[in-house]
């Protein structure tokens, strides 16, 4: 008999000794999955930066890309979008229109360095989620590290509400290039 050629041969004969304990399993793969979604969504809305770019900047398409990934952050892309925003030669009405996405935007930014910059833990009883932040918080004469926090139907809320202002921010940035005719 032929054994599938994942599972070692010994495998197959083995038999648990006891069942285990219900699996956090179905919970971390919805966190994981939100979580990468939320990553997609993201990274989709900051790319139209690009177009942001092109239309201010009064340069191609091509231009605007090289611009857009020599800036190695977020924050420095979305900083130089609103920069070129507020100079004068930009008409009122786009002006406001570019700021209200960038503000939206960095408002998202938040949560999403948070799931990508910490450590999950589940609880392997309740399945209850964690994350620990991967920061360290000094004061005077002390520092802490890894606030933890829970990740529950709050928190899992958050990212699918994080998740749907990306998109809405998504469409309100196409919208502006089509309006202004900005390079695409």
């Known amino acids: 008999m032929m054994r599938p050629a994942t599972m070692p041969p010994r495998a197959a004969a083995r038999k648990p000794a006891s069942i285990p304990p219900a699996s956090p399993l179905p919970r971390l793969q919805e966190v994981l999955l939100l979580v990468g979604q939320l990553n997609y969504t993201w990274t989709n809305t900051e790319s139209l930066l690009i ?8 340069v191609d398409k091509e231009t605007a890309i090289v611009i857009f990934l020599t800036l190695n952050t977020p924050r420095a892309r979305i900083d130089l979008v609103e920069r070129m925003a507020k100079m004068s ?8 229109e570019i700021l209200d996405v960038t503000r939206q935007l960095t408002r998202e930014a ?4 948070k799931f990508n910059h910490c450590i999950y833990s589940f609880d392997p ?8 932040l991967m920061r360290i918080f000094e004061s005077k ?4 590290y890894g606030k933890v926090e829970s990740l529950d139907d709050d928190e899992i809320a958050r990212i699918k509400a994080s998740i749907t202002s990306l998109v ?4 309100a940035v196409w919208e502006i290039v089509g309006k202004y005719g900005f390079p695409t």
């Open 51 to 58: 177009y942001l770019i092109a239309g201010l900047a009064r």
């Open 89 to 96: 030669r930009t008409p009122a009405e786009c002006r406001n």
């Open 110 to 113: 938040g949560l999403r360095n």
């Open 125 to 132: 009883e309740s399945g209850q989620g964690m994350t620990q």
């Open 141 to 144: 004469d002390e520092i802490k």
């Open 168 to 171: 809405a921010i998504n469409r």
